[in-house]
């Protein structure tokens, strides 16, 4: 393996990794649930949390989605390893790294922080505690998600079928360093090297 494919694929996990558990830290021990602070007009840090997946969203069972985090990032790390031993483009290596952080950072959240943190009702803040006395159990925790960025919104008019007069915000979703990572991983893999997939 050479050593600028191994620097290449360390770095965006490292600094991912870095950047999503400060953040993550930082906003669960300084802010309460739901408190939001405005950067600009289509910029805030919102903090929410969820046991989901990515941008916040529900959709399966909560031991099952942590199961299959870890058996992805198993996965990847596999893969990862296979690319630097047979020379890959970097340009690749540094996509499947940054996914892989991305997976690895928010499977951070969910095993380990239910017995990690306390979870006070706002206006409180949450605090580290003693290991186990947390707010759930292991691989239970909240994925804490704090970059809101609505660009753009609107009420739809009385009128109009299925929303009318319901509040429409582009974009809604709130994420953090690890889902964003994973997206710009995913959306490079398309943009640079979709003729992979299909083979």
Known sequence: MRLKSITAALIPIFAVLLADQVTKIWVKTHMALHESIRVTDWF??????NRGMA??????????????RVVAVVWLSWYLYRLLRRGENIGYVICISLI???AIGNIIDCVFYGVIFN???????????????GYDVLLRGRVVDMLYFPLVSWHW???????????????????????SAITCGVMALIAFYHERFQR
Not at 44 to 49: G, K, R
Not at 119 to 130: G, I, K, L, N, S
Not at 166 to 177: A, R, T
């Open 44 to 49: 805030y840090i919102l903090f929410t949390e």
């Open 119 to 133: 979870a006070p009702d706002p206006p409180y803040v949450a605090h580290f505690t003693e290991w186990g006395y």
């Open 100 to 102: 892989t952080a991305g």
């Open 157 to 179: 008019p009385e009128w109009f079928p299925f929303w009318a007069g319901q509040k429409f915000v582009f974009f809604s979703p709130v994420f953090n360093i690890a889902d």
């Open 55 to 68: 941008f916040g969203m529900e959709l399966v069972d909560k031991y099952l989605l942590t199961g299959f």
